[in-house]
């Protein structure tokens, strides 16, 4: 039996052109894009600005294309020292003013105490020259921040922070009448009668058991609510109190200051 001739075969050539043409591959088989490629876009460089450094309170100013601090103060040939305070940081962005304090040493922390102020209050109820606590004070608490600066040429000590830990509370004394005016007993020259007495001294102290600008015996301060020694009192309670006695003896002075009291009407 005879077989059936083949077929012929498809020349590889011819292959490979067809496949080509379908996908759209090969030399004319469609435009080719020629535009050119676009270059990348250029950065400008930053335009100087002005800013302004303050190193230890004298201002200088710079003009800068620095983004940092710290790349503000190398282009000003600015140096900083191991412990310099510098605001803003190094590391921050630079903005109108950089603030530096120098230091010659690191800073140290304390714990200081504040005194409770003290608030006195007239009252008519307290004897004359007298006070009364009415309430106690209370320190306050401060934590402070301290190194060594130069200043005028001298190495000095400077609190460069500080925060209040806690308020002082205030003391508050009611205090007694103080008015020197008795009368008439006012009108009288008792810088004249306590020159004579004391040599205006309001400390003196006579070995004989008198003290103070009248010299006062301990028996006679008592008696017009003299606490403690007259010496001890201030110039204004012991004539204050003087007065108190002339007025308490209706003027009869020859029996308080029989060598001196002549003064009181000169």
């Known amino acids: 039996m005879r077989r059936p001739p083949a077929a012929p075969a498809v020349p590889v050539l011819l292959v490979t052109a067809m496949l080509a043409a379908a996908c759209g591959g090969g030399g004319s088989a469609g435009p080719k894009n020629t535009a050119p490629v676009a270059d990348a876009p250029r950065t400008s460089a930053p335009a100087p600005r002005k800013v302004v450094i303050v190193v230890d309170g004298k201002k200088a100013e710079t003009m800068t294309t620095g983004a940092t601090v710290q790349q503000v103060?190398?282009?000003?040939?600015?140096?900083?020292?191991?412990?310099?305070?510098?605001?803003?940081?190094?590391?921050?962005?630079?903005?109108?003013?950089?603030?530096?304090?120098?230091?010659l040493s690191a800073p140290v922390v304390q714990v200081v105490k504040t005194p409770a102020p003290t608030i006195r209050k007239n009252s008519s109820s307290v004897p004359p020259w007298s006070e009364k606590e009415l309430r106690k004070g209370r320190p306050g608490i401060k934590i402070i921040k301290v190194a060594y600066v130069k200043r005028k040429g001298k190495k000095v000590k400077k609190v460069i922070a500080q925060q209040v830990k806690r308020r002082p509370v205030a003391r508050i004394v009611a205090v007694g009448p103080k008015s020197a005016g008795t009368g008439s007993a006012a009108r009288l020259n008792w810088a004249g009668l306590a020159k004579c007495e004391s040599g205006g001294n309001p400390k003196s102290v006579n070995p004989a058991g008198y003290y103070g600008l009248y010299q006062f015996s301990m028996a006679t301060w008592t008696s017009v609510g003299g606490t403690g020694k007259p010496s001890d009192a201030s110039a204004g309670?012991?004539?204050?109190?003087?007065?108190?006695?002339?007025?308490?003896?209706?003027?009869?002075?020859?029996?308080?200051?029989?060598?001196?009291?002549?003064?009181?009407?000169s």
Not at 239 to 256: D, H, P
């Open 237 to 265: 309670e012991q004539t204050y109190r003087a007065q108190l006695l002339y007025n308490k003896v209706n003027g009869r002075w020859q029996g308080q200051w029989p060598n001196c009291g002549k003064y009181l009407f």
């Open 73 to 103: 103060l190398d282009q000003a040939k600015i140096a900083l020292g191991p412990h310099d305070l510098v605001k803003p940081a190094p590391d921050r962005p630079a903005g109108e003013i950089i603030k530096i304090m120098r230091l």
